[in-house]
């Protein structure tokens, strides 16, 4: 693939609700990785550690860290992430594991809370945007 402008490449994470929502788990466009909201899931798409902040944060950067490994790009080339909790009062759990993740690279940031998400179980879903300055193959 080439980095230019315009040219963009689907990676698919394998979930089958991809296909039903016409969603891929990240999209590269030229330098621009753009990784979709991703959840704690395991291979059946069940909830992994249900209720657990930490655990599911853990679980949820490292497939978004496969994404964009897959995309050509890795947790250095991340400038944004957002985070969105179910109950705000355990923030700092989320906020711990994603500082293990991302204390030396320290991208934008954002955290809110939201009402629910797609299962009760899940307490946490994450975005992130990476931005890669070399070109692919590098």
């Known amino acids: 693939m080439s980095d230019a ?11 089958p609700w991809e296909s039903i929502a016409g969603y891929s788990r990240a999209v590269r466009v030229g330098p621009h990785v753009h990784v979709a909201g991703t959840t704690a899931v395991d291979g059946n798409g069940d909830p992994v550690a249900p209720g657990d902040v930490a655990v599911q944060t853990r679980h949820a950067l490292e497939t978004i860290r496969r994404a964009l490994e897959s995309a050509g790009a890795s947790l250095g080339d991340v400038v944004r992430t957002r985070m969105y909790v179910t109950d705000m009062d355990r923030w700092e759990d989320a906020a711990r594991v994603h ?3 991302f204390g030396d690279i320290r991208p934008a940031s954002t955290l809110v809370e939201v009402s629910r998400l797609i299962d009760p179980d899940l307490v946490i879903e994450i975005e992130a945007d990476a931005w890669i300055e070399r070109p692919e193959g590098i």
């Open 5 to 15: 402008p315009g040219s963009r490449r689907n990676i698919s994470g394998g979930a």
């Open 99 to 101: 500082g293990e993740f």
